[in-house]
């Protein structure tokens, strides 16, 4: 079977090679790059989620059996062309959970203690007087809203409850026997967002959950809160969120992840002038007024790189690849 593994990090592909020795494995910048010849012949396409596998990269591989990719969102794939075509999708359901949870929290202390605003201060002028400017607030004892308890959330849960915040929870499925064993207790998405002082996104990327967090809903956070996305994007309307912060009506924001963050990496391939490309370059000027912001951390979807979450990616690929050879594939994505 021929693999098209696109992007692999440094040391990635010696790995994966020794895992899929009885496979042909073509490496690649994107598929534009491989050779006709190649893209006739491969079955899996590889991908993680700074490559997006529209319908056309669909169409350059006539053979194409599976995508496996090595995340556990799907968003940067075309789903439903792939269905059209036969073409199964698997995933990595789970993968460095502490992984992210610690990352989350992270962005946390940094916000609260305007650890990142004093350092960058720092670098312009390390004569820094006026100290009072960077006056933060403990964590302990605050409430933690944590959308979405997934095995993420319910790790960020954990860890918030072991450094003494107190904890509200909302899930479409709450897990009880959870909340009991950990001291938080689950409530409605507007009741989380009102009595927060920070609140936290771990959803995924799906249609119910586009701008979960809009003007409305930001709306009806604490004055002087602070939001936490380490998700996706997406579920954030990046404008009601650029409004909230210019009023002050949120004190602060920590985001690993950007609505429209393929797009703001090219940003040259949307000058195209057309309906979709305006609404592109509303939500890019916004992503680029927060990245300008003192009080917002902006970082380039980075929460899952450690080497132990990379790894066991790595080895859930690999496995998922096996199961597909073996006729038995697992770890299918089966909805939109």
């Not at 004055?223 to 002050?248: C, F, H, K, P, Q």
């Amino acid at each position: 079977m021929t693999i098209a593994y696109i992007r692999p990090y440094d040391g990635e592909l010696a790995l994966v090679q020794a895992g899929l020795a009885e496979h042909t494995i073509v490496t690649a910048d994107c598929v534009r790059d491989i050779t006709d010849a190649d893209r006739q012949a491969v079955e899996v396409l590889c991908v993680f989620v700074d490559y997006e596998v529209t319908a056309d990269v669909l169409d350059m591989l006539p053979n194409l059996k599976c995508i496996a990719t090595r995340s556990a969102g799907f968003d940067h794939i075309a789903y439903e062309a792939a269905q059209v075509r036969g073409i199964v999708v698997t995933r990595v359901p789970h993968y460095g959970a502490r992984t992210v949870a610690e990352y989350t929290v992270a962005l946390m202390f940094a916000l609260s203690r305007n650890a990142y605003r004093a350092y960058t201060d720092m670098q312009r002028n390390a004569n820094v007087q006026a100290v009072g400017t960077y006056e933060g607030f403990d964590l302990y004892g605050k409430t933690l809203g944590v959308v979405g308890t997934g095995a993420i959330g319910k790790s960020v849960c954990q860890i918030a409850r072991g450094i003494g915040m107190q904890v509200l929870a909302h899930d479409v499925q709450p897990d009880h026997e959870f909340a009991v064993k950990n001291g938080l207790r689950y409530a409605d998405l507007d009741d989380v967002l009102a009595q927060s002082d920070l609140v936290t996104l771990h959803v995924p990327s799906l249609p119910d959950t586009y701008h979960l967090i809009n003007e409305q809903k930001l709306a009806l956070m604490k004055s002087g809160s602070y939001l936490i996305n380490t998700a996706r994007g997406e579920i954030v309307d990046t404008l009601a969120l650029v409004a909230a912060l210019r009023l002050g009506h949120l004190a602060g924001a920590g985001l690993d992840v950007l609505e429209g963050e393929h797009e703001l990496r090219s940003e040259i391939d949307l000058l195209s002038i057309d309906d979709k490309a305006h609404a592109q370059f509303a939500t890019l000027v916004a992503d680029h007024a927060l990245i300008d912001m003192p009080n917002v951390i902006v970082t380039p979807h980075i929460a899952f790189n450690t080497v132990e979450a990379k790894r066991e990616i790595i080895d859930v690929t690999i496995g998922n690849i096996e199961a597909l050879v073996a006729g038995m594939p697992r770890n299918l994505v089966n909805h939109v």
